[in-house]
């Protein structure tokens, strides 16, 4: 099984090379269903629980303000943001790649997934279409959730920080199951909802001995991307150096 990431030109290949994969922003969303009617039931399986923390509280549902009700149900319903990202794509040995090259670009990096895995990155789960898992992870993390409720300075309904924060970094890690076809892989940075440095436009240095393959579009590119990786692995004293081809039908 190999990692790829894709660009769509040569220049992006090189500042790959050169200074590291940038991350870009994408957007994300957490819904175990997009039927208003299933997302209803799902709600009612946890109205007990929520009823419960409420009266734990001293407070009812049925009291709330109207502005303590949205909270609680934005709190406890779909999620989405956008998230700094950088997108690879899980190529099973014999798996034609053609329709990616055309998706994502003709230009690519083969990257070692020992190099991936150790900089935070890990496949996707792919939630929606009232699937089991996503019904599950609804349910958990609306668990979680109810569960952090307390009252604020003023009285009033509020979640707790911490465990917003839990859920947040799972939709980093999620994508529709619309794309399951794609297999895709991700390294995410901070996206700024709990504070902190937006990551995008940032950059994760990639060593060139992380690099299995490098992937042009013709001949010409290999001939100058050759001798900017051999610069390169040169300059970083790299144990090991990829070799550049042009984007084959199937990975080697």
């Known amino acids: ?4 990431h894709c ?11 050169r200074t590291g994969l940038m991350f870009t922003g994408h957007d994300v969303r957490f819904a175990p269903t997009e039927d208003p009617k299933v997302f209803a039931g799902l709600f009612e399986q946890i109205l007990p629980l929520l009823h419960q923390k409420l009266a734990s509280l001293g407070r009812s549902f049925d009291f709330l303000s109207e502005g ?3 909270v609680l149900m934005m709190g406890l319903g779909a999620m ?4 700094p990202m950088i997108c690879l794509t899980e190529v099973p040995a014999g798996r034609s790649i053609d329709v990616h090259q055309a998706t994502f670009g003709g230009y690519g990096l083969v990257i070692s997934r020992r190099w991936v895995e ?17 019904r599950r992870l609804f349910l958990l993390l609306a668990t979680l959730k109810i569960f952090s409720l307390h009252l604020g300075a003023n009285g009033q309904v509020l979640f707790e920080n911490n465990a917003f924060r839990a859920s947040l970094d799972l939709l980093c890690y999620v994508e529709r199951r619309d794309y399951l ?6 390294q995410t940075g901070n ?11 940032t950059r994760l240095h990639l060593p060139i001995d992380e690099i299995e393959f490098v992937l042009v579009t013709n001949d010409a590119d290999v001939k100058a991307t050759s001798t ?7 300059k970083q004293k790299s144990k090991s150096m990829p070799k550049t081809i042009v984007f084959p039908r199937q990975l080697p």
Do not use: C, F, I
Request: aromatic share 6%.
């Open 191 to 201: 996206p700024g909802w709990m504070g902190g440095t937006v990551a995008n436009g």
């Open 228 to 234: 900017l990786v051999q610069e390169l692995a040169v």
């Open 1 to 4: 099984m190999k990692l790829l």
């Open 181 to 186: 076809e794609e297999a895709e892989w991700r």
């Open 80 to 83: 989405s943001g956008s998230v």
């Open 7 to 17: 660009m769509k030109r040569r220049e992006y290949l090189e500042q790959a090379l």
């Open 118 to 134: 150790l900089n935070g990155g890990d496949k996707v789960l792919y939630v929606g279409h009232n699937s089991t898992a996503s």
């Open 68 to 70: 303590e009700r949205q």
